[in-house]
T-cell receptor
Framework: DAGVTQSPTHLIKTRGQQVTLRCSPKSGHDTVSWYQQALGQGPQFIFQYYEEEERQRGNFPDRFSGHQFPNYSSELNVNALLLGDSALYLC?????????????FGQGTRLTVV | AQKVTQAQTEISVVEKEDVTLDCVYETRDTTYYLFWYKQPPSGELVFLIRRNSFDEQNEISGRYSWNFQKSTSSFNFTITASQVVDSAVYFCALSDGGSQGNLIFGKGTKLSVKP
């Protein structure tokens, strides 16, 4: 059983560009959450998707948007990249039946903005 | 507001020593969940334990043990007889009962176990 998979693993973008990160949830999971982890910090919640809709959102600007597909996979899009967007982006999946209390994380996508 | 504090930024021990990682949390909710995750250099967050606010029983899993005390809002993690493979960053996290999975993380404690 594959766990949570994210792609790509590493990415370098130029300031002002746009980026799309992808996440496939663990089998049987229907909810996907995205987190941003800056160097030396704990992960910060960006948003969560369930039934193809954004269900919760953290304190992130509208430049951060997402999407969930019918197969529960998800994308995170960031527009107008800033140097401060450089971070490890983690995807977590869970099943709605557990109220999100059993979240499994992927290995992350390390984004570098130059 | 919810908050998780891990006051220890870095800890260094020698193999076979016991080590305790501290976690203090703040929440106004009566129902909440506490977690510990391990993050090795590869980056993936590895789930270690979940505890709900109604269960203050301490738990032991092999060399790992957790002490949950609501009176002091603490959820500390002890590794007994540490090993080099325990070297990682450890995060404590909090989730309220209704947030559907929005985890609030502490800043993490980097544990280095030297041979």
């Amino acid at each position: 059983d594959a766990g949570v998979t994210q792609s790509p693993t590493h990415l370098i973008k130029t300031r002002g560009q746009q980026v799309t990160l992808r996440c496939s949830p663990k089998s049987g999971h229907d909810t996907v959450s995205w987190y941003q982890q800056a160097l030396g910090q704990g992960p910060q919640f960006i948003f969560q998707y369930y039934e193809e809709e954004e269900r919760q959102r953290g304190n992130f600007p509208d430049r951060f948007s997402g999407h969930q597909f019918p197969n529960y996979s998800s994308e995170l899009n960031v527009n107008a990249l800033l140097l401060g967007d450089s971070a490890l982006y983690l995807c977590a999946s869970s099943w709605v039946g557990t109220g999100g209390t059993e979240a499994f994380f992927g290995q992350g996508t390390r984004l570098t903005v130059v | 507001a919810q908050k998780v504090t891990q006051a220890q930024t870095e800890i260094s021990v020698v193999e076979k020593e016991d080590v305790t990682l501290d976690c203090v949390y703040e929440t106004r909710d009566t129902t909440y969940y506490l977690f510990w995750y391990k993050q090795p250099p590869s980056g993936e967050l590895v789930f270690l334990i979940r505890r709900n606010s109604f269960d203050e029983q301490n738990e032991i899993s092999g060399r790992y043990s957790w002490n949950f005390q609501k009176s002091t809002s603490s959820f500390n993690f002890t590794i007994t007889a540490s090993q080099v493979v325990d070297s990682a960053v450890y995060f404590c996290a909090l989730s309220d009962g209704g947030s559907q999975g929005n985890l609030i993380f502490g800043k993490g404690t980097k544990l280095s176990v030297k041979p």
